[in-house]
């Protein structure tokens, strides 16, 4: 899969969708297999733009329940194929290349709300150098690998729904709680707001 394809779909370029799509086609390169459904497991660690780029490339998915969300705000990776539990842990060791202190001006600016053609032009010019410095750099420079074999989770399951006797959604069954005697899903259960 080209990388342009993981662009269309996150909706810009950036470095951290450069480092989860180098992850994502290591990995089907080296468990040789471009996944059909849920014969691959993703356990990923963060929720950084890499993610999508995970889920374009392998078809690891939260709707299937082959991904897998840890937050531990680590950038690293572990899939699992099933049925045989053979499994990679990419964690990402590449450093980023110096910030010059014109850079480190520029993104402390642009982290403050200032989005003027100045301050873009050195962040924008910023993330490009370091997206091609990942596009380029060795798998042997990006990632510390490690291979194992893991239970699998388990697969997917499909639950009924009932109805929230509160707000009137539907919940999934296993989520469901009971309040005052009623069906409640989780937000109304806990008397707090939807969203």
């Not at 459904?37 to 993703?42: H, I, K, Q, S």
């Not at 690293?76 to 053979?86: D, L, M």
């Not at 499994?87 to 993104?107: C, F, G, M």
């Not at 989770?153 to 959604?169: M, T």
């Amino acid at each position: 899969m080209e990388f342009d394809e993981v662009v269309r779909f996150h909706g810009h370029a950036c470095p951290g969708l450069a480092l989860g799509y180098r992850v994502a086609e290591y990995v089907i390169k080296n468990f040789s297999l471009r996944p059909e459904d849920e014969e691959l497991v993703a356990v990923v660690e963060n929720n950084s733009c890499a993610v999508d780029a995970v889920q374009v490339v392998t078809g690891c998915t939260f709707g299937k329940g082959n991904l897998i969300f840890k937050d531990y705000g680590k950038q690293a990776y572990t899939f699992i194929k099933r049925p045989s539990g053979e499994a990679l842990r990419i964690a990402i060791k590449w450093q980023s290349p110096p910030e010059t202190d014109e850079e480190k001006d520029a993104w402390k600016r642009y982290s403050e709300g200032d989005r003027s053609e100045e301050v873009l032009k050195v962040v924008h010019s910023r993330k490009a150098r370091k997206l091609k410095a990942i596009m380029d750099a060795t798998d042997d420079e990006l990632f510390d690998v490690k291979t194992m074999t893991l239970e699998l989770p388990p697969q997917a399951r499909v639950y009924p729904s009932l109805i929230c006797e509160f707000c009137g959604e539907k919940v999934m069954e296993p989520r469901a709680r009971i309040r005052d005697g009623k069906i409640a899903c989780i937000p109304c259960a806990e008397g707090g707001d939807q969203v």
